[in-house]
């Protein structure tokens, strides 16, 4: 199934490169259940605080909102400020963090939902935590430890 992933106003370094890497780390099963295209686009705190109140009904920033609009089409969006934050307070790189909140709004456009039990969310977390791996396996700073579990803890 051939995929392709829209980068919009684009500011922070994300692992999308060479025939989307990030995709292909995913399992079969849940590649075959993304959309078509998918528009990864940046937005602002302000604008992440209004759209996470009006679809979410919470009222606060937040890292990654996804939206799907049928089979050919799913959006992701990113808001940069919150995600460098997390990074800071976890100690991960900022390319982590950022690649981590894809890999968490593609796993939402793929029909997981970690919200829905407490199941879920361990599934989903191990699920991101697998992928993560797969794409730096080979960074330079593999050797120490990220911190997967700080983002969980602030929701």
């Known amino acids: 199934m051939s995929m392709n992933v829209v980068l ?11 025939n989307n890497k990030v ?22 705190e302000k604008e992440s ?3 996470n109140r009006l679809y979410r ?5 937040t890292n990654v909102l996804s939206f799907r ?19 800071r307070e976890s100690g991960n790189p900022q390319e982590y963090q ?13 029909g997981l939902h970690h919200e829905r039990s407490e199941v ?16 730096f ?3 330079p700073n593999e050797s120490r430890s990220l911190n997967h579990e700080s983002r969980r803890r602030r929701k």
């Open 120 to 135: 879920l969310a361990k599934q989903t977390a191990k699920l991101e935590v697998a992928i993560l791996r797969k794409i």
């Open 23 to 44: 995709v292909k780390q995913f399992p079969l099963i849940l590649r075959k259940r993304l959309p078509r295209e998918v528009s990864i686009v940046e937005i602002s």
């Open 69 to 87: 609009y049928g089979s050919d089409y799913g959006e992701i969006l990113l808001c940069p400020e919150v995600i460098r934050r997390e990074a």
């Open 137 to 139: 396996i080979s960074q």
């Open 8 to 18: 919009r106003k684009r500011q922070t370094p994300v692992m999308l490169n060479g």
């Open 49 to 51: 605080q209004r759209i």
């Open 57 to 61: 009904k919470k009222n606060k920033p």
């Open 98 to 110: 950022m690649t981590w909140m894809i890999v968490h709004g593609m796993i939402h456009l793929a």
